[in-house]
């Protein structure tokens, strides 16, 4: 049976993905339907190219979107959804990413379709979204988001507090126990897309407030330490198992706390190369 209606776009990230599907269902609605003939009411000289954007061979220039898009005749909106996905695959930054995906998510409908895998994006992307799941393990957390903003080192700003409590009991992580908010079991489930965006953003908001914290801290109330070492190339596996385990054990003996939490604490680890590998004999 003929699938009637066309993919809905704003249920993808992938816009290849999208394309695949959508000519899909047209050549169910026209078994005539052919890459060539794409291309021609594309006005592209290759009937190649679709299937290279599909699999990702080529990449989409700012000329070809513009065709693309006049031949599979999208609405204003769709257009401008479809160049927001075309940005989040292609884009050489960071910061470019991060431009592209502030627009997808804003766009109300992908809201609608996708609202929990964006949640979980914007979990991940703030470095205070866990740091507030972790300060309601304290007795006298308070669900409000004045209250919230004040603990917070850095302080932030109470519509980011009140934004981050109304996402992490949208995604479960915090639920009200015994007339409070306290941490639950809820799912941070990060689209395969901007998975990588969205640590990469972790990292870098944890890595800006431990350089804050050498100068906000006493160094009684923090630790900073560091190694710079020469190690042969087989040891890299080594020492990254070596890290994983040590964070195991500190995740065992903070949860394993008999008294109640008083502060929130950020442990972090780093390991990456300062020069280049040896060119051999």
Not at 26 to 40: D, I, T
Not at 93 to 117: G, P, V, Y
Not at 240 to 266: G, H, N, P, T, W
Request: net charge positive; proline share 4%; charged share 25%.
């Amino acid at each position: 049976m003929k699938q009637k209606l066309p993919p809905e776009i704003y249920s993808y990230l992938d816009y290849r993905a999208f394309l695949k599907d959508w000519f899909d269902w047209k050549k169910g609605q026209n078994a005539n339907f052919s890459h060539r003939l794409f291309a021609m009411k594309a006005g592209l000289k290759s009937p190649a190219l679709l299937a290279n954007v599909i699999s990702g061979r080529r990449n989409l220039t700012s000329t070809t979107v513009e065709a693309f898009l006049a031949a599979m005749k999208l609405s204003k909106n769709e257009r401008v959804f479809f160049s927001h996905l075309v940005k989040l695959d292609q884009s050489k930054t960071d910061k470019e990413r991060n431009l592209a995906w502030r627009n997808i998510s804003a766009t109300k409908r992908f809201r609608e379709a996708r609202q929990i895998e964006g949640e979980s994006v914007e979990y991940l992307s703030h470095w205070f979204y866990p740091a507030i799941r972790e300060l309601a393990l304290r007795s006298d957390f308070r669900g409000d988001a004045e209250w919230v903003a004040s603990q917070l080192r850095p302080k932030i700003k109470v519509e980011q507090a009140q934004r981050a409590l109304n996402t992490l009991v949208s995604l479960g992580l915090l639920a009200e126990k015994t007339g409070r908010l306290r941490p639950a079991d809820g799912s941070v489930v990060t689209p395969m897309e901007v998975a990588g965006m969205a640590v990469h953003n972790y990292h870098r908001g944890m890595l800006e407030r431990a350089v804050e914290a050498m100068g906000s801290f006493d160094p009684d109330e923090r630790y900073l330490g560091a190694l710079t070492v020469a190690i042969p190339e087989h040891m890299v596996d080594q020492v990254k198992d070596e890290i994983k385990a040590f964070q195991s054990r500190m995740l065992d003996l903070c949860d394993s706390a008999e008294s109640d939490a008083e502060r929130v604490y950020q442990l972090g680890l780093q390991f990456f190369p300062l020069s280049a590998g040896s060119e051999g004999p």
